[in-house]
Nanobody, 122 residues
Framework: QVQLVESGGGLVQAGGSLRLSCAAS????????MGWFRRAPGKERAIVAA????????YYADSVKGRFTISRDNAKNTVYLQMNSLKPEDTAVYYC???????????????WGQGTQVTVSS
């Protein structure tokens, strides 16, 4: 069982930056691929970025490429999402998720955090 707790959301003006963090429980964090998803008002949840469990490979949705960066610190059991050049359309609840152990970072995720709100004002 993996428990995930997100933090770092908030209100920011367009063009600004935020860094989301997701702390994971357990001693096997490095065996899990991690993803960030978001659900915007009136829309379905969608993947934003993902990072593999080993020799990290990353994936980004087209809408965030060049602006968002996903990273992980296995020593701290934490995955991050650095969000730069934020736009009003990035407004959503952001969720951290884990998939594994030893699963590809694209696919159905097994564990989810409670979500953190990101609001970008114009």
């Amino acid at each position: 069982q993996v428990q995930l707790v997100e933090s770092g959301g908030g209100l920011v003006q367009a063009g600004g930056s935020l860094r989301l963090s997701c702390a994971a429980s357990g001693r096997t964090f490095n065996r899990y691929s991690m993803g960030w998803f978001r659900r915007a008002p009136g829309k379905e949840r969608a993947i934003v970025a993902a990072i593999s469990w080993g020799a990290p490979n990353t994936y980004y949705a087209d809408s965030v490429k060049g602006r968002f960066t996903i990273s992980r610190d296995n020593a701290k059991n934490t995955v991050y999402l650095q969000m730069n050049s934020l736009k009003p359309e990035d407004t959503a609840v952001y969720y951290c998720a884990a998939r594994g152990p030893y699963k590809h970072y694209l696919g159905e995720y097994d564990y989810w955090g409670q979500g953190t709100q990101v609001t970008v004002s114009s």
